[in-house]
């Protein structure tokens, strides 16, 4: 079984290859490659969770990449229900989202290159959930990145496309060098990379508490990168600049799910130091808040479902910090549905709606597209966590873990943050499907201005949108309605497939269910506290059964949130948001996303750039003078040699028997007999 | 050592080369109607033989089988060696016939006469003691005085036969005398005998100079400054496969002997040749980078490329030891493959071009993709660019050189390296930045297509899972010299 992982990995890749090298102009076959890649993965994936979940265990299969000495570097496979789960939530995401982007990048003229990136970016994230060590992981984290850059900037030939997959890429990357300080500190103290023998190491003392904290930390901050966690989180919102179905692919299964199973990956670090899981907890339930005070203030529907996803991964987050690994893991995994649903069909609104994406251009869309609505609703019930969504079962294994863990105070974070994720997401499902139609929709394809969140006072002035723009009359909008229909059976079947997996994934992790998800993935490393007292806690836990003051709260918390969202949104008149008058400038800073983005700028602006000025002099005067003073010496050097090399063989001749009798001479010299004789020192 | 019983099967590399050769010669002397195009048949005879040899030679591994009265020698070393010098022929073939019909040379006198060489090289690498050395060494030598100036009635490549002539007739002559002075102090001509009869005392004196003429001698083959000035004038002058094998073949065969002579009979004598070795590798390496950098012709920077190459192979030679001989091995195999996979594209841009300048590699990036890809990693390899094999072969060569406490060697190595980034990405520039003279796309035939695909995957693959082959290379040091 661990043998097949290496296929499940190593298909998408050879679908990259074959479409970059020789398919390329045939689009159609393509796009068939890679799914057909995909699908023998994810086919196999299946295969290897079965055979994980009849017999449970860690294998391992490793060959010997390099040895240089003391060194030794591994390939390896490293299968366990973790990596088993992880396998197969990507390769059937990443199927899903690529059969939908046959519809969706139909039309695209760089198709083929779309395609052979997916399969890259599949074979990353596969490669890094069966890494076996930490620098094999390190290798397929980066290729992810990479990845995402190349797609996020997909339309590159768009400023803002180029501007956020640059975003993207340095601010991960800015995480990605603790990750790799992480790794280079585990390495010099254990000189291993391997996963389990630094768990064991670590276990076993051989690290001081000191290193163990600062290697977890590390790790922490390059998860955070990858993660969007405060105060990395900044590129996820752009990023919603490349094609949808990326956004589907990135935000579910593959880039910000690397962080999370980063740290679950490497849990024994963060169980041996107390101050680190504190640490992940808060900034995870900090994140979490944090982005769902945003989400209620935003207008583009694909940044609400982004902001959503920086809240729910804060969620994670929170459960790994407070020692809910089987909670953290099995949201990680029921998110990736139904934030995949989310996007997909976000996605598939915007492609049947003249590609807009301000939900206050929409409005009474359910009408034109039910099976799109229908599941963005099961979706959003998901991700608010209501019962018996796929959401609520693992969003109340976060909240009675870190009930568990003694911080009260993030427990009432998390619920609270349950209204929140209610209340946004029930806003954009009532203002793009139900009241009436915008004042301000589109009637045709040409690009409209961004309107943002219009204000009551500036739509009730008489016959002036937001942006001063004429409404559109009844005759245009009517002659546009024709042409709504409901996107095609490529898009809607993977809609229906993910919403069926967002009702029914939940109900795995019952609890109390004698082989549910709890018995199946579970942290047992060698971590302090490990062992028989670990075992016999979870075993407890799992036959516990629900909590039911935390089942009571969290629904609570989401009707109301559903309530409230209806009292606003539900019975709207016109395109306009009420929300933005009760709360006055706070709506106003949350619309701007707390000015982080802008504070970072500024701060770029006043400092950086001010030292970068100063280097810069400082490599143009003097770096460059140097450089440019040893180039004209080399070059000075290699011209004066050039004479020597005149193309007489004689001259050559000579110099060849001058040196040997060079070497000679140098050879007699130290010998200190004959020198002694030749030199005169004999007596 | 076997006595005297003639061991047939551990020659069946040589048997397998030379005999197709002489059948090459023969069928293309005597065949009527006997045209160029036809000939090309030929190269893919020769080709063939080159892969049949290696398999030989492959199933050899782990004999370590003794002949010809101890004086040949198949280890797993003369393996290795033997595969390199055989890739080197193999992927020179490939290209060849585009280059040589096109200057009306028959591909089956350059077939014959490469597998010819090539037959010398298989010797030479398990050449054990000083006649079999010194016999395989010219019939290298002889094959290339043809090679080179196989263009008839064309000037240059006649002035460069008769340079490469001269010159290394020379070292032969100052390599036989330091034979003979070692010869005359032993008594013996086996390699395995030099370090037993002057036991663990001190050599003598003319026992050292006896090594300094040979290092010489064999120095002229693998570029070692002062005795490398003939380098860059042949590789100018003769035609580009012939180059391509010449750089490669021919140094990989000599390093073979090299291991053995320094690093296996000379060894007790370090004192004598490691500084001496140690101080011409470093200005190997200066020289080399140095004079590259003015060039404007791809092949003289080509030549002063190999120059700087064999500094960095020879500081690992100085450096010794088991993982100086490895290193010594893989980059050998390393720097063949990217320097036949550069000469290609060369072969195949001069053709069209009609010149060799690098001007006339502008815009190669527009008017053939393929063939500035397979240069792009040629160079990135040999600059020493991760992850390709050439920067896996220079971390194991410095990393042998620290090992063996050569700390301000290693150092200055690695500065000097830094030059040779510049003159290989200024083709690359040149390549895809720079306007295209003329945009005709280049067209190539599928042997030169094999030989860069060849190139390209041993470029990626070798830098990527460096292991099996430094895993080979280590096992074959470890199974001794002699």
Redesign the interface.
Known sequence: MVNLAWWVVFLPLLAFLLISLVTRPHRKLSGWITILAVGASFVLSVAILLDMLARPGARESAW??????PVHVELGVLLDPLAAIMLVVVTLVSLLVQIYSTAYMGEDPGYSRYFAFMGLFTFSMLGLVVANNYLEMYVFWELVGLCSYLLIGFWYEKPSAAAAAKKAFVVTRFGDFGFLLAILLLFGHLGTFNFGEVAQGVADGRLPAAAVTAAALLVFFGAAGKSAQFPLHVWLPDAMEGPTPVSALIHAATMVAAGVYLVARTYGLFVSSAASLLVVAYIGGFTALFAATIAIAQSDIKRIVAYSTISQLGYMMMALGAGGFTAGVFHLMTHAFFKALLFLGAGSVILMYFHEQNIWRMGGLYRYMKITAITMIVAALANAGLFPFAGFFSKDEILVAVKESGHLGLYWIGAFTALLTAFYMFRLVFVVFFGPRSEFSPSGHEALPDIGNPRPAQVEAPGAGASGEPAVSAQARAEADKHLHESPAVVTLPLMILAFLSIVAGFWGWPGLSHGFGSFVFFSGAGAGGGAAAEAARAAHAAAGFDWPTVIVSNFFVLLGLLLAWVLYGRRRRAADPLAEILGPVFTVLEHKYYVDEFYLWFIRHFVDGGAAVLAWIDANIVNGIANGI?AL??G???L??L??N?W?Q???L??FI??LV??A???YR?PA?TAAIVGGAR | MDGGAMNFAILWPEIITSGVGVLVLAVGLLAKGETLQRSRAAAWVGVLATVAAALAAWNLQGRNLTAFFGGYRLDDLAVFFKIVVLLAAGMTLLFAPDFLVRHFVRPSDFTALVLFGVTGMMLLASALDFITLYISLELISLSFYALIAIQKGEVRPAEAG??YL??SS??SA?MLYGMSLIYGLTGSTYLEAIPKAFGSGQWP?LA??GV??I??GLG?KVYLV??H??A??VYEGAPVPTVAFLATGSSAATLAVILRLFEGSFAAAGG?WVP?LLVLAIVTMG?GN?????QTNIKRLLAYSSIAHAGYILLAVAAGGSSGAAAVMYYTLLYAVSTIAAFAVVSVYSQAAGSSDIQDLAGLARRSPFLSFVMLAAFASLAGVPPLAGFMAK??VF?AAV?AGLLVPAGLGLVISV?SI?YYFQVIRVMYVSEPRESTPLTFGWGTRVALLLGLAGILLLGV???PA?HMAQTAVAAGLF
């Open positions: 010997q990449w390099l040895s240089l000495g180039g080399l070059m050097i290699g011209g040699l050039r020597f090399q193309g063989v001259r050559y001749a110099i060849f040196a040997v070497l000679v140098v050879l007699v010998e004959l | 008769l340079k001269l010159l020379l070292a100052v004196l050292g100079v300094l003429f290092l010489a002229l002062p005795f000035m003939w860059p004038d004598v001496v020289v140095l004079m590259a950098l003015p971390f194991t990393a090992e030059i510049y899972f460096p292991g430094l």
